[in-house]
């Protein structure tokens, strides 16, 4: 069930979906908690029941046979207990719920407080950390206050109940065996025949609290798997109109002009986006408006405006991230073992996709592949070694646990990933060696953390034990070693010196890497051919709010000297 619901959660960009709109709370301890609880739970439920079934068949046709009048006071006695019961503990499913959700709250804010440790420090916000961490674990306090007395009222019906067992039968024979009909020894396996069917008839009763949890824990299961239904079918929007998003394959295919002639070669189109009209997904806000524009390759633009103007969403419906608007997004991406991209006289659709999805394994066909790679602001360090830092996303597959560190008699489906249809695609290169890992860490200037971390194949917390700047560099490597034909990147040198992020332009230009580019810093005119200017949208306004135009040299000179 892990493996089930993990592939489903990591499908169709489900994941980000649930965190950015908020729809469910902590998803991770549905997986790992509530699954190990609902199997478990399960089987002894299950377990019990065929327990009690082979009892009630083993004990009925005696207490029958010793008195049938006793056999009804059973059944009354049984659906009374059954109706005080769900009266008493009407409650605690939703008692039970709330304090799975209080807890993973609760666990979740200590989790934000190790992850975000250097920056509570350089705030000094211990004190505010500590008041809102003992505010839910305040709340989970409460709630289980309340689901304690709730349970211990069920629990003195319950014990009374199960006291009474060994009255009512022999209040029920006693007159018999006064009157001679019965010996002794008969209301003896009366008491005893009446004990083992009504702890059959009564599971409800004795397990009440057992189910009210499990009944919680069904719910939170259930509308899990409602969202990752629905994400499969639809979006979990669900916006009236949206995004086109699509990605051609193309190939050469030498075209002639009307008179025999080749045309004269121009530069290969890797992207077009027209009539891009981009709003946010919950509020539907306008960001941008009616957006055009392509590029080619070695046609590199820098995306500049004010803060809260829509660069980052810009980038994110270029990613698929966001869909909710309209026009349309067109990506040229090369079949596997084209010898070099086609001119844009040359281009030829073979495949077309109007969403962004592999349909057999949910997964984005642009994902890794050889002509699109996003580089976001904060870098993902991935848990693992520096080699898979450098290895991540491309070759992940790559990545073997070695037979020693495998657990014995581990499950084929733990340890199988699903292949993409792409898989050609996505490993358009080889895979890197040890040298060209070390030497892509010097193109980068980070080579000396080979030194400082012993290899390549030591694991650490990256994101704590590297700088920010570093971790911009490290993926910075990524990209290199990816080699892919357009990157998006989002203010990925911030947190770089201006030395260091001309070196890295300069490095993606050499290798031949076309990108768009979102930043502040004026440095940035000189690594482009065209800026997009976007200011914040007006509400009452039907007008277009950007501009892009050709950085020339003598413009850029002059900049450059504000």
Request: charged share 20%; aromatic share 8%; hydrophobic share 35%.
């Given at each position: 069930m892990t493996s089930y619901f993990m592939q489903r959660y990591l499908t169709d960009r489900t994941f980000y979906k649930i965190q950015s709109q908020s729809i469910i709370d902590n998803p991770d301890q549905r997986i790992v908690d509530d699954l190990s609880s609902f199997t478990s739970t399960a089987l002894s439920f299950s377990l019990t029941l065929f327990n009690a079934a082979v009892d009630l068949i083993s004990f009925s046709n005696i207490l029958y046979t010793i008195y049938p009048p006793l056999f009804v006071v059973l059944l009354l006695y049984s659906i009374g207990g059954t109706v005080i019961s769900i009266f008493l503990g009407k409650g605690l499913v939703t008692l039970n719920f709330l304090q799975e959700k209080k807890e993973a709250d609760f666990r979740y804010g200590l989790v934000r407080v190790r992850e975000n440790a250097e920056s509570i420090a350089f705030y000094g916000g211990e004190d505010n950390e500590l008041q809102l961490l003992l505010q839910r674990f305040t709340s989970a306090f409460e709630n289980l206050t309340q689901l304690l007395i709730s349970s211990r009222n069920l629990e003195f019906f319950t014990n009374g109940y199960r006291y009474l067992i060994q009255i009512v039968p022999a209040a029920v024979v006693a007159p018999m065996y006064f009157s001679g009909k019965i010996e002794f020894g008969v209301i003896n396996q009366s008491v005893s025949a009446f004990s083992h069917i009504l702890g059959d008839v009564s599971l409800v009763v004795y397990q009440f609290q057992a189910i009210s949890a499990f009944s919680a824990i069904i719910d939170r299961l259930g509308e899990f798997d409602d969202i990752l239904d629905s994400s499969r079918s639809k979006s979990l929007s669900d916006p009236m109109e949206y995004i086109n998003l699509t990605?051609?394959?193309?190939?050469?295919?030498?075209?002639?002009?009307?008179?025999?002639?080749?045309?004269?070669?121009?530069?290969?189109?890797?992207?077009?986006?027209?009539?891009?009209?981009?709003?946010?997904?919950?509020?539907?806000?306008?960001?941008?408006?009616?957006?055009?524009?392509?590029?080619?390759?070695?046609?590199?633009?820098?995306?500049?405006?004010?803060?809260?103007?829509?660069?980052?969403?810009?980038?994110?419906?270029?990613?698929?991230?966001?869909?909710?608007?309209?026009?349309?997004?067109?990506?040229?991406?090369?079949?596997?073992?084209?010898?070099?991209?086609?001119?844009?006289?040359?281009?030829?659709?073979?495949?077309?996709?109007?969403?962004?999805?592999?349909?057999?394994?949910?997964?984005?066909?642009?994902?890794?592949?050889?002509?699109?790679?996003?580089?976001?602001?904060?870098?993902?360090?991935?848990?693992?070694?520096?080699?898979?830092?450098?290895?991540?996303?491309?070759?992940?597959?790559?990545?073997?646990?070695?037979?020693?560190?495998?657990?014995?008699?581990?499950?084929?489906?733990?340890?199988?990933?699903?292949?993409?249809?792409?898989?050609?695609?996505?490993?358009?290169?080889?895979?890197?060696?040890?040298?060209?890992?070390?030497?892509?860490?010097?193109?980068?200037?980070?080579?000396?953390?080979?030194?400082?971390?012993?290899?390549?194949?030591?694991?650490?917390?990256?994101?704590?034990?590297?700088?920010?700047?570093?971790?911009?560099?490290?993926?910075?490597?990524?990209?290199?070693?990816?080699?892919?034909?357009?990157?998006?990147?989002?203010?990925?040198?911030?947190?770089?010196?201006?030395?260091?992020?001309?070196?890295?332009?300069?490095?993606?230009?050499?290798?031949?890497?076309?990108?768009?580019?979102?930043?502040?810093?004026?440095?940035?005119?000189?690594?482009?051919?065209?800026?997009?200017?976007i200011s914040s949208a007006d509400a009452d306004s039907r007008q277009r709010n950007w501009n892009i135009k050709s950085i020339e040299d003598d413009t850029l000179h002059n900049f450059l000297k504000l």
């Open positions: 990605y051609s394959h193309v190939r050469g295919s030498q075209v002639l002009d009307s008179n025999g002639s080749t045309p004269p070669t121009t530069s290969p189109r890797l992207l077009d986006v027209e009539n891009l009209t981009l709003k946010t997904p919950k509020s539907n806000s306008t960001l941008v408006r009616d957006l055009t524009f392509a590029i080619d390759e070695k046609d590199n633009l820098l995306v500049v405006g004010p803060s809260g103007s829509g660069k980052t969403s810009l980038l994110r419906a270029l990613a698929g991230l966001w869909s909710t608007g309209k026009g349309k997004i067109t990506f040229y991406v090369e079949k596997a073992g084209d010898a070099q991209s086609p001119t844009s006289s040359e281009m030829a659709p073979v495949e077309q996709n109007s969403a962004n999805v592999n349909e057999e394994f949910g997964r984005p066909i642009n994902s890794n592949s050889k002509s699109v790679f996003f580089l976001p602001q904060r870098p993902y360090m991935v848990l693992g070694s520096l080699r898979q830092q450098l290895l991540y996303p491309t070759w992940t597959e790559e990545v073997v646990v070695s037979d020693t560190a495998k657990p014995g008699g581990s499950l084929p489906f733990l340890t199988q990933v699903p292949k993409s249809k792409n898989v050609s695609e996505k490993h358009h290169v080889p895979v890197p060696t040890t040298d060209d890992l070390t030497q892509v860490l010097e193109d980068v200037r980070i080579g000396y953390i080979l030194s400082r971390f012993k290899g390549l194949d030591t694991v650490y917390e990256w994101s704590s034990v590297l700088s920010l700047g570093e971790q911009q560099r490290l993926a910075f490597a990524r990209l290199l070693l990816s080699k892919p034909k357009l990157a998006l990147l989002d203010e990925s040198t911030s947190a770089l010196d201006e030395v260091n992020e001309a070196h890295l332009y300069e490095k993606m230009k050499a290798a031949g890497i076309t990108y768009i580019s979102i930043g502040h810093r004026r440095t940035l005119y000189a690594y482009h051919n065209r800026v997009l200017d």
